[in-house]
């Protein structure tokens, strides 16, 4: 029996070591669609050397939260995916959720706070009349320029799936176009003007897409408005039908990841000469907290609301910006007409105006208990009056006041994916656009850049990968 004691010993031994050698601890700072995609791709390319902790201080979604109203379950964050985001969809099937497709609904209306400037039916071949009757063929330009920058922007899943990662969200969008990188240097309405597109249709078509997608004008960066007008003009759109908010939810559990419900206070060089300290509070009480080191750290949530400490050389400035505030308001009652004497719209968007618009879109929910649900989103919170103008009946109001996205200007600095060695930044990627799909395209990158550190892989050109033929033959998978 001797002999088998130190057999055994030595094998325990090599086990510890190889498993100390060749494991990763990772922390992600953020439990959004971003923290938790990235967690499922790191565990794609680490596999069982991945050992990642979630640390979320509020509830697992983020952006992606539930809110109940009339007896009916809606997104109150982002809430509508295009039909060419793979990797939402991708994700939505893996974990077992449904995608819903969205009908074109019962009609929209473009408001400018006296009329209707434009009223579509919903029906494709009556509304083509319609804008062509109001604008002209300038139309056309915009839609081939938006089908153009999705078609190209595809580029992005055939580069990452060749394991080809970017350091800065400059250098991702010029390597799918370096027209793309432009564009997020100009204003919309610049952009616009050069394609030659008339003042009516920026300040009707254009100003409805911005104010109900971004809460914002026509002085966005011009890539963040082409994002925004392709949801409108190009492809379809769906949601997950559980609720968006369910996708966070549902990879936590596919990758069985630990998230500690808990607020990160630091993250700093460890002692240990390599990798992070990240120091946590725990139970809300900012006195008491625990410290816990880790070989590297993704931040998955916007610096400009995580109030935490980093280290002395990431450039926290260049990488922090001003975020848009956006009520997403939920009423159940009945709208009046918001033009005495016409019929409503299912949506109402709001173009330019000179009038004091308080809303910047109102749409129809359905159906509920009692009456009919609505949402509205504005700049700030609506006061009992403005609700008292809108509805002629109101049974209940619930509201989230979301800092949303970056309050986009231009020229504007494009923030890092990579902050420091082993410390890795998703969110850098909403300032060129900020989306569910570009949370999870964030999310791959820094895994393949967080692959690449960890395991010391040489990053792949793009310049010789996903060429014309490449593109052609590519085959989206996960
Ligand atoms: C009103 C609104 C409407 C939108 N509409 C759409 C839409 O229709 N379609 C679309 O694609 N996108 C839409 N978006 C944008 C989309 O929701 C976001 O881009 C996306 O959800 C961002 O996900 P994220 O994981 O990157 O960040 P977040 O969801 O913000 O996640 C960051 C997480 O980090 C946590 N956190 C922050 N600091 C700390 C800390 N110090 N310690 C621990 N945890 C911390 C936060 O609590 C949060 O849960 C919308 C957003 C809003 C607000």
Known sequence: MYWVFPGRWYLVVFITIIGEVTSHKIAIVGGGIGGTSNAFFLQQLLKDKAQIKIFERGDVGGRLREMQIGGRSYD??????????????????????????????????FYDGKEFVLKLTGSTFKDKFKVLGRYGFGIRNIVKDAEMMLKTFKRIYCLQSKKVAFKSTAEL???????????????????????????????ELIAAAMHTNYNQELDVNAFVGFVSLAGGLVGDLWRVEEGNFRLPQELVKATGVEVVKSKVRSILPSSRGTGYTVTYTLSGDTEDFETEDFDAVVLATPLHN??????????????????????????????????????????ILTVWSKEDLFFSSIGFKGSATPDFNYKIFSKTPLTGEQIGKLFSKVNEVKSVDWKAYPKYSVPDTLPDFELAPGLFYINAIESAASAIEMSCIGSKNVALLLFQYLENVENVDFKTVCRQQDLIKFKEEL
């Open 76 to 109: 109150s964050g982002g809430s509508i995916i295009h039909s060419d985001n793979f990797y939402a969809r991708a994700l939505t099937e893996k974990v077992g959720l449904k995608v819903r497709n969205l009908d074109k609904g019962g009609g929209t209306g």
């Open 173 to 203: 969008l010029n390597s799918t176009s370096p027209d793309f990188l432009k564009r997020a240097q100009v204003s919309m309405r610049q952009s616009l003007k050069t394609l030659g597109v008339s003042e009516l249709i920026q300040n």
């Open 306 to 347: 995580a109030d935490l400490q980093l280290p002395d050389k990431v450039d926290v400035a260049k990488n922090t910006k001003p975020f848009q505030r956006t009520i997403a308001t939920f009423v159940n009652g009945i709208l009046a007409p918001v033009v005495p004497g016409q019929e409503n719209p299912e949506d």
